[in-house]
């Protein structure tokens, strides 16, 4: 049975960091990625890595600030995020996929969902 399981989540001042982490079992996976779901607002794709090769996407809000990386050896999947700003509030999931992926394509193409971590960004 495939789980992914995030944690790190929580309430931190703008200019704050957190770290998410996924912790990934029961099955193999290409790519990994992580979403945010702001409240009243569609869930949207923040990072992509290819789980072999490293990092292949971040959206535009958080390149320079966000950092995806992973440990192959505990199937871990991180987010490290800095310099937070309240608009970065968002319920963040991680989510994986068997195949590759390395274009924008439908979110119904991630083959698995984390049950998703609770950021506030607040003062």
């Known amino acids: 049975q495939v789980q992914l399981v995030e944690s790190g989540g929580g309430l931190v001042q703008p200019g704050g960091s957190l770290r998410l982490s996924c912790a990934a079992s029961g099955g193999t996976f290409r790519t990994m990625a992580w979403f945010r779901q702001a409240p009243g607002k569609e869930r949207e794709l923040v990072a992509r890595?290819?789980?072999?090769?490293?990092?292949?996407y971040y959206t535009d809000s958080v390149e320079g600030r966000f950092t995806t990386s992973r440990d192959t050896d505990n199937n871990t999947l991180y987010l490290q995020m800095n310099s937070l700003k309240p608009e970065d509030t968002a319920v963040y999931y991680c989510?994986?996929?068997?195949?590759?992926?390395?274009?924008?394509?439908?979110?119904?193409?991630?083959?698995?969902w984390g049950q998703g971590t609770q950021v506030t960004v607040s003062s």
């Open positions: 890595l290819i789980w072999l090769s490293g990092p292949t």
């Open positions: 989510a994986a996929a068997r195949r590759g992926i390395i274009t924008m394509v439908p979110q119904k193409d991630y083959d698995y």
